[in-house]
């Protein structure tokens, strides 16, 4: 297993509150980009001989390569002026993770299956509802129109959404699922306990006023925040990575884990 606390000791030994804040960035992603690169050099080539993973590993695996690569992102993302798409993109990687602990530890009841079957439910609902707003304001959505009115695609859909998430009326798309555990984000956050709900409370709400357009992360914002920021989104994401690392190597037992 990774030693997820050996980058955390060695931070530790600085006296990070008498270092200027550039310096305190640069060492949060020094933190982030050592973690990186020893996932790039040993965990992500054992996944090239990978074959026949069944289901939910290979699914595991689909997610555990998204954050390793939204991580490389972020990476790239390597000073304070980038405040605000290192807070989204932590957003990002932080609803990976957990949709990784969901399916991990089966949180959700017949899960695989759901996620599996879950893109073509979420096609479908995106072709119909953007179908019907191109009509509204005649607008030409002729590929969306295809799929939005394909009775065979309604019909696979629909039997989805009653088999696996229970809807009472599956005819009615908007009691579809937006998510393929058919939960918010809050109640999945929720479903795993308090130390998720903690990281949600220092991730979600930040995450979300850059996300969207919401003034309030930079109305009345201090001089300060944008460094502090960079360094908590680093420190963050090198937390996820490793966690996930972690999980990834638990839970795929034809990956080798490294000395």
Known sequence: MVDCNELSEQLA??????????????????????????????????????????????????IYDRI??????????????????????????????????????????????????????????????????????????????????D????????????????????ENIKTWPLHWSGESFRKRVLLLGSSFVEMYMDISDIGNMYVHSDPTGYAGMSPDFPHQLAFHGYNMARRILCEATDIILAEISEIDTPE
């Open 68 to 149: 390793y690569l939204w991580v490389k992102s972020l990476l790239v993302l390597d000073s304070k002026e980038h405040f605000q798409a290192i807070a989204s993109g932590l957003r990002s990687i932080f609803e990976l993770y957990i949709d990784l602990h969901l399916l991990a530890t089966d949180k959700i009841p017949d899960g695989v299956r759901k996620y599996k079957k879950f893109p073509k439910v979420k096609k479908f609902t995106i072709a119909v509802t953007s179908y019907e707003l191109a009509k509204k304001y005649r607008i030409s959505c002729d590929s969306r129109k295809k799929l939005a009115q």
């Open 13 to 62: 030994k600085f006296d990070l509150e008498t270092l200027p804040f550039e310096v305190q960035i640069g060492v949060f992603h020094e933190g982030l980009e050592s973690l990186w690169q020893f996932v790039s050099d040993t965990i992500v080539p054992r996944f090239k001989s990978l074959q026949n993973l069944g289901d939910k590993n290979q699914f595991l695996k689909d």
């Open 151 to 170: 009775t065979a695609r309604r019909n696979e859909a629909e039997q989805l959404v009653a088999s696996l998430w229970h809807k009472p009326k599956p």
